[in-house]
């Protein structure tokens, strides 16, 4: 029997032996540099939500961080567990936009990074993921989200997505953006189509004291 496929994820099992050897060329630095000032310096709970072959949940494995990794395409899941084991990551095979399984565990993160992952969702599926993912923060946490602007490659499902509409999105969830920067891809297929990424930090606010 086929595994039905996760909204959003379309293209990426078909396409997973040529993405996973692009996307292990691409190093955090390169990735996040725009955004390492507003990581946390302390270890914390960190949750990657669409994590890929696992970059980004390594790199901060590697900081000390304890990261919760949520990846609904077993291709990439199960190369990501390969290439980065880790006792500090653990995987879920979970998506959104409910987070069913993550849902039931009632944790709470100091970072949630959602890396290329919200422009797969369609405007309904937006409006509803941004709550679930808002209740996934500490107080005092970090999110961090990009979205991609530029031609959709063949077999793949994204929308344009503004940043308006997503400052919007959380702010009424109430979380404050704190970067909003537009950066060139660093992969070099992609620059040559043109395309770009806004890079967007939200912040919870701390928990007042009484």
């Not at 990426?12 to 996040?32: C, M, N």
């Not at 960190?46 to 890929?52: E, F, K, T």
């Not at 400052?167 to 891809?185: D, E, H």
Request: aromatic share 4%.
């Amino acid at each position: 029997m086929t595994a039905a496929v996760v909204s959003g994820t379309e293209g990426y099992a078909e396409q997973a032996a040529v993405l996973i050897e692009r996307w292990r060329g691409v190093s955090f630095v390169e990735e996040h540099g725009v955004v390492a000032h507003l990581l946390p310096d302390l270890p914390g709970r960190v949750l990657d939500i669409g994590a890929g072959i696992g970059n980004d949940a390594a790199a901060f494995a590697a900081m000390g961080h304890s990261v919760v990794a949520v990846e609904p395409t077993s291709e990439l899941r199960l190369a990501a567990i390969a290439l980065h084991p880790s006792a500090r990551i653990e995987w879920l095979d979970d998506s959104l936009p409910e987070l069913a399984v993550l849902r039931t565990r009632s944790e709470r993160f100091d970072v949630v990074v959602l890396q290329a992952v919200w422009m797969h969702l369609d405007q309904a599926q937006r409006a509803r993921a941004m709550p679930l993912v808002a209740a996934q923060l500490a107080d005092g946490g970090t999110l961090l989200l990009s979205l991609r602007h530029g031609p959709v490659p063949a077999g793949r499902r994204m929308f344009a997505v503004t940043a308006a509409e997503t400052i919007a999105l959380a702010g009424a969830q109430g979380l404050a953006a704190v970067l909003n920067v537009v950066t060139p891809s660093v992969q070099a297929l992609n620059q040559c189509d043109g395309v770009s990424w806004t890079r967007l930090v939200f912040r919870r606010a701390p928990a007042q004291l009484d």
